[in-house]
């Protein structure tokens, strides 16, 4: 293979990863987590615990249970959405939050190192 050209690797696991929904037979192989951890695996989830992270080229997002912050830039400069006001995500509301594009540009921030540290 040559080291130059990109390639796509897809891995299938044959039972499911949390946070899935599921029933009654898959719960019983995730016995050791407690009781909050399986409402994951039975689809009883109302809200993210924390916020969720995603990297890819120069892609970077943090998304909680309302906002979004998204840069395409390489995390140079961020849009904010409200996604449960607009969840289109249509309108950037940076200018108008500052505090919680900061907030979330710093916890985005931990979140890459915590990515590099692995």
């Known amino acids: ?4 050209k990109p390639f796509l690797a ?3 696991f044959h039972t499911p ?6 029933g ?16 994951f695996i039975e689809g009883k989830m109302t809200k993210r615990h924390v916020p969720i992270g995603f990297e890819s080229s120069k892609q970077v997002s943090l ?11 390489g995390g140079k400069t961020y849009m904010l959405f409200d996604l449960i006001e607009d969840p289109g995500e249509s309108r950037d509301i940076a200018a108008e939050k500052p505090q919680i594009l900061e907030a979330m540009k710093a916890e985005v921030g931990k979140w890459r190192r915590s990515c590099r540290d692995r």
């Open 10 to 12: 897809v891995i299938w």
């Open 63 to 73: 998304t909680d249970n309302r906002h979004k912050i998204y840069s395409n830039d």
């Open 17 to 22: 990863h949390l946070p899935v929904v599921t």
């Open 1 to 4: 293979m040559e080291k130059s």
């Open 24 to 39: 009654p037979k898959y719960r019983k192989m995730y016995t050791q987590y407690s009781e909050d951890e399986q409402h």
